[in-house]
């Protein structure tokens, strides 16, 4: 009796092993897993010829990028927008994690102190006023979603100009309805249908800084268009997403959507 009870807990042993490990290879956070909101940054650089595109990338990939993980952050995404032919501006746009508003505040002055830093990107870092690198940069502050705390790289199959990368923001008319929406995501159960969807989420985050407030934004990804437009489709189909918006609760919390279209670059973490 005694060795058929020790079978019987090493099954049950090499099954919640088993299951645990399935779940975690979703990469979705668990309730139990105790994680701190993450910061994002998403810095956009706007440039108007080819030579600043170029100029750009090489700062980005050889000494920026490298800079940054040097100081402990991982899992920066580089993407660029997917053609349209009736957009001539140019952009880079980088999305970058921090744990912390210390270690977001600390990047300038520690890269000012890194010497292969400052050699690599000399191109860009002193170039003169009469040839700018860029014609502006814009940067966005965010803070993650109570429901999606740490920003989840998305494994994807596809070639890296295949692929689409959705950014979506949502500004709301008021504070109360913006709190509403953040509420939908969360408690709601917005977050747990595209994950049951398998949409890639990479974050979901409170603008807490930007030109557009009050505003969240949030960025899902797919293999291809195709990809895409069958997601979407299943999202808007699904009875979750039918009983949420006749809730009366969460009507008119959104009075403004942008959606981008990007693909990332091949010095793009993913």
């Given at each position: 009796?005694?060795?058929?009870?020790?079978?019987?807990?090493?099954?049950?042993?090499?099954?919640?092993?088993?299951?645990?490990?399935?779940?975690?290879?979703?990469?979705i956070p668990s309730k139990s897993a105790k994680f701190e909101r993450e910061f994002y940054q998403i810095k956009t650089y706007i440039l108007k010829t080819d030579q600043q595109v170029?100029?750009?990338?090489?700062?980005?990939?050889?000494?920026?990028?490298?800079?940054?993980?040097?100081?402990?952050?991982?899992?920066?995404?580089?993407?660029?927008?997917?053609?349209d032919e009736n957009d001539s501006i140019k952009?880079?746009?980088?999305?970058?994690?921090?744990?912390s508003m210390a270690q977001f505040l600390s990047i300038d002055e520690k890269l000012a102190k890194d010497k292969t830093y400052l050699a690599v990107g000399a191109d860009y870092l002193n170039t003169l006023y009469t040839q700018p690198t860029?014609?502006?940069?814009?940067?966005?502050?965010?803070?993650?979603?109570?429901d999606h705390p740490v920003l989840i790289p998305s494994k994807l199959n596809d070639p890296r100009a295949n692929r689409v990368y959705e950014l979506?923001?949502?500004?709301?008319?008021?504070?109360?309805?913006?709190?509403?929406?953040?509420?939908?995501?969360?408690?709601?159960?917005?977050?747990?249908l595209f994950n049951r969807l398998e949409c890639n989420a990479v974050f979901y985050g409170e603008v807490i800084s930007g030109p557009k407030m009050p505003n969240l934004?949030?960025?899902t990804t797919y293999d291809n268009l195709e990809s895409r437009d069958a997601h979407w489709k299943a999202f808007s189909d699904s009875p979750e997403w039918k009983a949420l918006i006749a809730m009366e609760k969460y009507k008119n919390n959104i009075s403004h959507i942008d959606k981008y279209?990007?693909?990332?670059?091949?010095y793009s973490d993913y």
């Open positions: 009796m005694k060795i058929i009870r020790l079978l019987s807990l090493l099954v049950l042993v090499l099954t919640i092993s088993s299951f645990t490990k399935a779940y975690s290879d979703l990469n170029e100029t750009t990338d090489k700062y980005l990939k050889e000494a920026y990028i490298p800079g940054l993980k040097k100081i402990g952050i991982k899992s920066i995404g580089v993407f660029k927008p997917i053609k952009k880079i746009i980088v999305l970058i994690p921090f744990s860029f014609n502006r940069i814009e940067s966005i502050l965010l803070k993650a979603f109570s979506r923001s949502y500004e709301s008319a008021t504070e109360a309805y913006y709190r509403n929406k953040v509420d939908m995501f969360n408690a709601g159960g917005e977050i747990k934004m949030y960025m279209f990007l693909y990332p670059t091949e």
